[in-house]
């Protein structure tokens, strides 16, 4: 197995009487990570501390196998794009970025090549001789995921970075993310947007109330939640006869219509999927022709974990 490119061990951070994160113990793996949890649960407290903004209060941080607090050498390696605007409202966003690349070391006319590289990666080029106070929220964001991408990071840490993004500029960003992860990038996203990191990553972790909820595979976590009652929404062309079948399985709970489906509540949908799949092949009860269910998704069970 890969080296993971975060690992946390009893991680604690509390800023007086306020706990930002309590105890958490975790590993982030190669690849897109998605970091979910409502606004106030720890995500940014746990983002500063991966970027060495931050010195724990308690346990150990290593970031890319090493120690990231006082180890500027390897914020080199780390891009991070931070939830909260910091800007020379002043400057061009070219003028901006290049500023940022050359706190690298890179020379003026290297800056200014990677500045607009990542400009154009962000689809920013046209308004790169713009002042930066003249943008929009969307465009302040796509300037900070610019900067992040500039210096060519092993690893990008970004903090709520569809936030005031149109749809377009969203589905745009979602997209360059997943480029970002094909290329051999690994990247921890946060949001509190549930849909929007499913459409990243299966891979996630469900943060609330400064401690660690789950970790891993999204349907493996949901897998694992053998008391969390799986509904299934069936149409087919005998609805009722196939509920009758349906209801004398024994990991069927309940049963319900709504319209032209049946809602099936089971306590096993795996099996339960198996079962319907060999009942739509035999076509005893005719076709069935929309299986759909709302407890398959992080929403789903981000709700479940936090009740």
Request: net charge negative; glycine share 8%; proline share 5%.
């Amino acid at each position: 197995m890969s080296a993971p490119v975060i690992a946390a061990e009893g991680l604690s951070k509390w800023y007086g009487q306020i706990i930002g994160l309590n105890d958490v113990t975790f590993e982030v793996p190669p690849g897109i990570t998605g970091l979910l949890g409502p606004n106030g649960a720890g995500k940014s407290t746990f983002m500063k501390l991966a970027t060495g903004q931050l010195q724990p209060s308690k346990g150990r941080i290593a970031v890319l196998g090493q120690t990231i607090w006082g180890n500027p050498s390897l914020y080199f390696r780390i891009g991070f794009c931070p939830e909260q605007d910091a800007f020379y409202e002043r400057m061009t966003g070219l003028e901006w970025v290049a500023a940022l690349v050359r706190l690298n070391g890179a020379d003026e006319t290297s800056a200014a090549g990677a500045a607009r590289r990542a400009l154009g990666l962000v689809d920013l080029l046209d308004a790169a001789d713009r002042r930066i106070g003249a943008y929009s929220k969307g465009m302040r964001q796509r300037v900070k995921m610019a900067q992040a991408i500039a210096h060519d990071p092993e690893l990008l840490i970004l903090d709520e970075p569809l936030a005031g993004m149109d749809p377009l500029a969203r589905r745009k960003t979602i997209r360059m993310i997943k480029e970002w992860g094909r290329e051999g990038r690994s990247v921890l996203v946060s949001s509190h947007v549930l849909h929007e990191i499913e459409s990243m990553t299966p891979n996630i972790l469900l943060i609330n109330q400064g401690r660690i909820l789950a970790e891993g595979n999204v349907h493996q976590i949901r897998d694992l939640i053998d008391e969390h009652p799986h509904k299934v929404y069936v149409k087919a062309d005998r609805t009722r006869a196939l509920a009758r079948e349906l209801l004398a399985q024994e990991d069927v709970l309940s049963l319900a219509f709504e319209g032209e489906a049946v809602v099936v509540q089971t306590s096993k949908p795996d099996a339960f999927y198996a079962r319907l799949t060999e009942l739509a092949a035999s076509g005893v009860h005719g076709a069935i022709h929309e299986v759909t269910s709302p407890d398959d998704n992080l929403q789903a069970v981000f709700e479940y974990l936090v009740k």
